[in-house]
């Protein structure tokens, strides 16, 4: 697959990571689709994309029929989708105990059923031209666990085992299916999900010291490792799971 002119589909792609994987891409030569649940969010970050042929689009990941009319507008303003990025994640920090199914719903559909819709869109067509790229942003909650984000564990570790065994179903036709698990990440999101805690800046201030690192990832730490899962270099590497967390975890 060459990724010059390919078409790269990235969900979540008006947020912090988000948009640090679609300026990566847009870079590499590919013409970027962002997808965000904010169509002039995302609008404004194709704008912002080097080179050319970006293009913003709304798409709420968790309704199938959302994303498959994003899709068509996609493939008919670009062309077949070639890399898929899911990054489109929400969460809060809540106790099990005081979680309820309506929440349960929301994280599920978001973070995991989100994901199922988009390689439900885009495999099909990747089997049919014999090349792909689906790379998944996880969170290494998924891998080791994370207090206060049991039912958001549950979900991105649902991400992680659906990705192995897509990837051993499209092996043969030279698509592959990865997952990049960030460990804490210094974004706008965990810092509204931290606001609402009474101690959330000894929150941060405590996962910060769990990293061997000393400092929490930028959302720029994130997007180098899944620009390279998506590009042709990563054509052998498939099923595999990257923490990419300062040492956080070694594991």
Same mark, same amino acid.
């Given at each position: #697959?060459?990724?010059? !002119?390919? =078409?790269?589909? =990235?969900?979540?792609?008006?947020?912090?990571?988000? %948009?640090?994987?679609?300026?990566?891409?847009? &870079?590499?030569? #590919?013409?970027? &689709?962002?997808?965000?649940?904010?169509?002039?969010?995302?609008?404004?970050?194709?704008?912002?994309?080097?080179?050319? *042929?970006? +293009?913003?689009?709304?798409?709420?990941?968790?309704?199938?029929?959302?994303?498959?009319?994003?899709?068509?507008?996609?493939?008919?303003?670009?062309?077949?989708?070639?890399?898929?990025?899911?990054? %489109?994640?929400?969460?809060?920090?809540?106790?099990?105990?005081?979680?309820?199914?309506?929440?349960?719903?929301?994280?599920?559909?978001?973070?995991?059923? /989100?994901?199922?819709?988009?390689? $439900?869109?885009?495999?099909?067509?990747?089997?049919?031209? $014999?090349? *792909?790229?689906?790379?998944?942003?996880?969170?290494?909650? &998924?891998?080791? /666990?994370?207090?206060?984000?049991?039912?958001?564990? /549950?979900?991105?570790? %649902?991400?992680?085992?659906?990705?192995?065994?897509?990837? $051993?179903?499209?092996?043969?036709? !030279?698509?592959? =299916?990865?997952?990049?698990?960030?460990?804490?990440?210094?974004?706008? +999101?965990?810092?509204?999900?931290?606001?609402?805690?009474?101690?959330?800046?000894?929150?941060?201030?405590?996962?910060?010291?769990? =990293?061997?690192?000393?400092?929490?990832?930028?959302?720029?730490?994130?997007?180098?490792?899944?620009?390279?899962? %998506?590009?042709?270099?990563?054509?052998?590497?498939?099923?595999?799971?990257?923490?990419?967390?300062?040492? +956080?975890?070694?594991?």
């Amino acid at each position: #697959m060459n990724p010059l !002119g390919s =078409v790269a589909l =990235v969900t979540g792609g008006a947020g912090s990571i988000g %948009a640090a994987v679609c300026h990566r891409l847009a &870079a590499m030569g #590919m013409k970027v &689709a962002v997808a965000d649940l904010s169509g002039d969010a995302a609008t404004n970050t194709a704008s912002a994309l080097p080179g050319g *042929g970006h +293009l913003g689009v709304a798409m709420d990941v968790a309704e199938l029929v959302a994303v498959d009319s994003a899709m068509d507008l996609v493939t008919t303003q670009l062309g077949p989708v070639d890399v898929l990025v899911n990054v %489109a994640g929400w969460d809060r920090f809540v106790a099990f105990v005081d979680t309820d199914p309506d929440f349960w719903d929301r994280v599920i559909d978001i973070n995991y059923r /989100g994901v199922l819709n988009t390689c $439900r869109a885009v495999v099909p067509s990747m089997l049919e031209r $014999r090349q *792909g790229r689906i790379v998944s942003v996880a969170s290494d909650a &998924a891998r080791v /666990g994370s207090s206060l984000e049991t039912i958001y564990s /549950g979900a991105k570790g %649902a991400v992680v085992s659906f990705s192995k065994s897509l990837a $051993r179903e499209v092996a043969k036709a !030279g698509v592959t =299916v990865n997952v990049v698990c960030p460990g804490p990440t210094d974004t706008p +999101l965990i810092r509204g999900m931290a606001e609402e805690l009474s101690s959330g800046e000894k929150f941060l201030d405590a996962l910060t010291k769990a =990293v061997p690192m000393r400092r929490l990832a930028e959302a720029d730490d994130i997007a180098p490792a899944v620009a390279f899962l %998506a590009s042709a270099d990563a054509g052998y590497i498939t099923g595999q799971t990257l923490s990419v967390s300062g040492g +956080l975890t070694m594991a």
